[in-house]
């Protein structure tokens, strides 16, 4: 499975992005993370396979909402009110499981796509 995530850019505070994730193969569990200078990799929004069953971070709830396109095999992070603390590279992830919200549960990885917000 290849995972090619696009759509991150520079942003003032309270702008929006809207992030993809386009994948091969067959379709998974998706998930979103993100990583900012020193710190660990942190879970964002995650989506399941059937039904679409959505889960997200309190830090990001009310703000992003994480959606899919099965037909094109395509999963996308819309991010809304964005603010400075939102700055982090962010990665799109695929589980041959469940939903989940950990790096651990994730069996592919794509590359990151960095999101800036200015204040």
């Known amino acids: 499975v290849q995972l090619q995530a696009s759509g991150g850019g520079l942003v003032q505070a309270g702008g929006s992005l809207r992030l993809s994730c386009a994948a091969s193969?067959?379709?998974?569990?998706m998930g979103w993370f993100r990583q900012a200078p020193g710190k660990e990799r942190e879970f964002v929004a995650a989506i399941s396979w059937v039904g679409g069953n959505t889960y997200y971070s309190d830090s990001v709830k009310g703000r992003f909402t994480i959606s899919r396109d099965n037909a094109k095999n395509t999963v996308y992070l819309q991010m809304n009110s964005l603010k400075p603390e939102d700055t982090a590279v962010y990665y799109c992830?695929?589980?041959?499981?469940?939903?989940?919200?950990?790096?651990?549960?994730?069996?592919?990885w794509g590359r990151g796509t960095q999101v800036t917000v200015s204040s």
């Open positions: 193969g067959r379709s998974y569990a």
């Open positions: 992830a695929a589980s041959r499981g469940v939903m989940a919200t950990t790096p651990d549960e994730y069996d592919y």
